[in-house]
């Protein structure tokens, strides 16, 4: 288990982060979630123990997680972290950024475990291509690989799919998030990405002005949010008197209702159409299947 005890940190004079515990179990995905400059990056890299803590301990099992105070080498060996700015060798090919810290000793077993590595990552056409060579995404798909290459009991992804398209990250996320499962690695996400969390975590806090605003299962956090900022990370919402915050697929036109509003804009959204319409002289937002002609009235009915 990871543990995190009254944690404090500030860079400078404003603590980024105060007093925050929490635990986080082995193999559990756990994810933490804020507005940018909210300290999830700053989190990650305390716990990989890359700065000295002003108050509190981290520890995984029983071992302390100290920072460069009292660690020459940064970074414990049972924990990976992946930062939003990747650290590949640029001269050398995929597969070998991906094994270079993997043993030689047993040359057929690295190239099995290698070749397993670039299947999660969807990379094995360009095994023999050297890093310079790849974009962004692919720059990150390695260092993804190259983390999780020597098995870590911990790994610490910051953004992971943030420069990948979405062409592929939704196979990849699935592919990435199952082999850590199936491997027990406990895995901390910091990201923006609700389909990081929705389908993946089993826990996840929300930091807000250096503090845990909230804690819980995403399910949890999602069907009761106690407020507008954890709505938002999950979808578009409305504030509606006397039902509070109501997501805009929970609202559905129906025949006839004591909320009356007119259509403003329909925007096409693939599978259903997201409504902006006027609700007594508020902005309301709905999904429907069908596009609405702009300054019609509709009756809209809450959905539990
Ligand atoms: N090395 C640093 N020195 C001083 N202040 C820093 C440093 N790194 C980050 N900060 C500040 O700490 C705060 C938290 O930054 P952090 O990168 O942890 O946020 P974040 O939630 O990860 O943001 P984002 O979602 O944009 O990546 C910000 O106000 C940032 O300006």
Not at 68 to 77: A, D, Q, S, T, V
Request: proline letters at 3%; glycine letters at 6%; charged letters at 25%.
């Amino acid at each position: 288990m990871l543990q995190v005890n009254n944690l404090t940190f500030q860079y400078k004079k404003q603590p980024i982060l105060k007093d925050i515990s929490f635990s986080v179990k082995t193999g559990e995905h756990f994810s933490v979630i804020g507005e940018s400059g909210s300290g999830k990056s700053t989190l990650l890299k305390l716990i990989y123990g890359t700065f000295d803590l002003n108050e509190g301990h981290i520890f995984w099992k029983e071992n302390e997680i100290l920072g460069p105070k009292y660690n020459l080498i940064i970074g414990p060996k049972y924990m990976k972290y992946v930062a939003q700015e990747f650290d590949l060798m640029p001269f050398i090919t995929v597969a070998e950024n991906i094994g270079a810290f993997l043993s030689n000793f047993y040359p057929e077993e690295k190239q099995t475990r290698i070749q397993e590595l670039l299947d999660v990552i969807e990379l094995t056409s360009y095994a023999n291509i050297k890093v310079k060579e790849l974009s962004g995404g692919q720059k990150q798909r390695v260092a993804i690989a190259r983390a999780i290459a020597k098995q870590p009991e911990v790994l610490l992804l910051d953004e992971p799919f943030s420069h990948i398209d979405n062409f592929k990250k939704q196979s990849l996320r699935r592919n990435l998030f199952k082999y850590l499962k199936e491997k027990n690695i406990t895995c901390i996400v910091a990201t923006h990405d609700k389909d990081d969390v929705l389908s993946f975590s089993d826990h996840m806090i929300v930091l807000h002005e250096a503090k845990i605003m909230a804690t819980g299962k995403p399910q949890e956090l999602y069907k009761n949010p106690e407020n507008k900022l954890i709505a938002s990370f999950f979808d578009e919402f409305n504030e509606i008197e006397n039902h509070g915050i109501v997501y805009a697929n929970q609202l559905k036109v129906v025949e006839n209702s004591n909320l009356k509003a007119t259509v403003k804009q329909s925007f096409y959204k693939g599978s259903y159409y997201l409504i902006e319409a006027d609700l007594d002289g508020k902005k309301v937002l709905f999904e429907h299947d069908a596009e609405l002609q702009t300054g019609i009235n509709t009756y809209l009915s809450y959905l539990k």
